[in-house]
C-alpha cells in the first residue's frame, strides 16, 4: 500500500510517499515559495533515482504544486511508482480538530465543515491544511480517499481539571477557550514504540513524552491516554522553545506594550519569534549553535540551555505528579533525539523518583531507538526518533482499510 503524506503549509508543502506496512519510505521532498517564484525539491530514497534539489517549478497554487509531487513521482525515469493508480489515498496533517475531533477521520464535506469551524483557533494553520485539501480532490479527483491526522486529537483524552483555563468559565462555554494541545501525532507514535521496546501493553504504562525540537511539548501519557500536556490553546504556552516564551505571567505582556507602545501583533512577534532560548542567549534558537558559544564561554548561551533544561525537568516532575508516578520518560525531536548532554542535564537530580544517571556509552548512540537508562534505574529513559509522517500513513491506512 502506498500512502502520500502532505503537510500543507500557506506557501509550502511537505510531502512523503511511503508503504505504512513495512515503513519503507518511497520518495520525499518539498514544495516551497508557492505563488512566489515556486521551488520544488524531490528525494526518491530508491537506489540509481536522482534527486531534485529547489529546482524553478511554476507553482501559483497549492494545485500546481500537488502536480508537480505527482509528475515527479510517476517520472519514467526517476519515479518511484507507475501511475497515480499506485497512491491508494492520501494523509494530511491538520493542525487544529478543536474538541470536534479526538483521532484520524476520513475526509468528507462534512468533515470539511468541521475543520473550517475550527479555523479560528489556528487561523495561520487550518486555512492553509485546508488547501492543502482541496488541492488534492482537485488533482487527484474523488475516488482516491483522504484522511485528516489532527495534531491536537490525542490530546482530546485530556480531563478537564488539565484543560480548563482559570479564566471565566464563559470563555470556555462560548469561545472553547482551553488547552488543546500540540505534537499529538509524535506523541501518540514515541508513546507507543516506548510500549513496543518494553515489551509491555501501554494501557499498563505511565509515559512522560518530551518532544524537543524548534518547536517543543512534553505529554503524560497514562494507559495509553494522554492526560496533561504542556501546550495550550495555540503552540506558545508550555517550556520555552527555539523562539517562543512559553509559560509566562501574563501581566509581562501589560508591561512591555505600556512602556514601549506595541499593539499585540508586535508583542505576540516579540513571544513567538524572538524569546525562547534565542531571545536569552541572544545567539540562536538552534542548540547546536547555543552549545558551540557555551563552549566558547557565552555566559547568556548557558543560561538558555539551563533554563530549557530545568523547564523539562519541572514538568517531569509535575508529569510524574499528575500519573501517580512513571514508568518511562521518551526523549525524541531533534533536540530530545540529538541532545546527549541535555539529556544528562534535564534528568540529573531526579533520583528521588527512580531515575539514575544515563548510560553514558548508551546516551551517545545517536539515529536509533535505544535505552539510555543508567544502572539501578526504576524509570526507563528511552531515546525514540520520531516519525509523525509514519504515524499519519498508518492512520490513513487503517482508516481506508476499513472502508
Ligand atoms: P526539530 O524541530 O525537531 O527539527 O528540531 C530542530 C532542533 O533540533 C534544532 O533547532 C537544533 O537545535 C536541534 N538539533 C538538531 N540536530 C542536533 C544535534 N546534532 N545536536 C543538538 N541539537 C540538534
Not at 492543502?132 to 482530546?156: E, M, R, W, Y
Not at 519541572?314 to 546527549?340: C, L, R, S, W
Request: net charge negative; proline share 4%; with cysteine.
Amino acid at each position: 500500500m502506498n500512502i502520500l503524506v502532505i503537510n500543507a503549509g500557506s506557501s509550502s508543502l511537505k510531502y512523503q510517499l511511503l508503504d505504512p506496512d513495512s515503513g519503507k519510505l518511497l520518495a520525499k521532498g518539498l514544495c516551497e515559495r508557492i505563488g512566489i517564484d515556486g521551488k520544488f525539491t524531490y528525494k526518491p530514497q530508491i537506489e540509481g533515482k536522482n534527486a531534485l534539489n529547489a529546482v524553478d517549478v511554476a507553482m501559483p497554487t497549492h494545485s500546481e504544486a500537488i502536480q508537480a509531487v505527482l509528475n515527479a513521482l510517476v517520472d519514467k525515469d526517476n519515479g518511484v511508482i507507475a501511475s497515480m493508480e499506485e497512491i491508494d489515498a492520501v494523509g494530511h496533517r491538520v493542525v487544529h480538530g478543536g474538541e470536534s475531533f479526538a483521532s484520524s477521520v476520513l475526509l468528507t464535506d462534512d468533515v470539511m465543515k468541521a475543520i473550517e469551524q475550527c479555523n479560528p483557533l489556528a487561523p495561520l494553520h487550518n486555512p492553509a491544511n485546508l488547501i492543502g485539501i482541496n488541492a488534492c480532490t482537485a488533482v487527484l479527483g474523488s475516488k482516491t480517499p483522504q484522511v485528516a491526522v489532527f495534531d491536537t486529537a490525542f490530546h482530546q483524552t485530556m480531563p478537564p481539571v488539565a484543560y480548563t483555563y482559570a479564566i471565566p468559565y464563559e470563555y470556555y462555554e462560548n469561545d472553547k477557550i482551553r488547552r488543546y494541545g500540540f505534537h499529538g501525532t509524535s506523541h501518540r507514535f514515541v508513546s507507543q514504540r516506548a510500549a513496543a521496546m518494553l515489551g509491555k501493553p501501554i494501557e499498563e504504562l505511565k509515559i512522560i513524552t518530551c518532544h524537543l525540537g524548534n518547536g517543543s511539548s512534553i505529554a503524560a501519557v497514562k494507559n495509553g491516554k494522554c492526560v496533561d500536556t504542556t501546550m495550550g490553546l495555540t503552540p506558545l504556552a508550555g517550556l520555552p522553545m527555539g523562539t517562543r516564551a512559553g509559560d509566562m505571567d501574563a501581566g509581562v505582556m501589560e508591561f512591555l506594550m505600556n512602556k514601549y507602545g506595541w499593539d499585540m501583533k508586535e508583542m505576540m512577534n516579540v513571544l513567538n519569534k524572538k524569546s525562547g532560548v534565542l531571545g536569552i542567549s541572544g545567539v540562536s534558537s538552534d542548540f547546536r549553535d547555543l552549545d558551540a558559544a557555551d563552549e566558547q564561554g557565552n555566559v547568556r548561551a548557558k543560561l538558555a540551555k539551563d533554563v530549557f533544561c530545568y523547564d523539562v525537568k519541572k514538568y517531569i516532575g509535575a508529569y510524574a505528579a499528575a500519573m501517580g508516578g512513571v514508568d518511562a520518560i521518551v526523549f525524541t525531536a531533534g533536540v530530545g533525539e540529538n541532545g546527549p548532554a541535555l539529556r544528562i542535564a534535564m534528568t540529573d537530580g531526579l533520583e528521588y523518583m527512580g531515575v539514575t544517571h544515563l548510560n553514558e556509552q548508551a546516551n551517545a548512540v545517536r539515529g536509533q531507538e535505544i535505552d539510555v537508562s543508567g544502572e539501578g534505574s526504576r524509570v526507563r529513559v528511552l531515546v525514540i526518533p520520531t516519525n509523525e509522517e509514519l504515524m499519519i500513513a498508518m492512520d490513513t491506512a487503517e482508516i481506508v482499510k476499513g472502508l
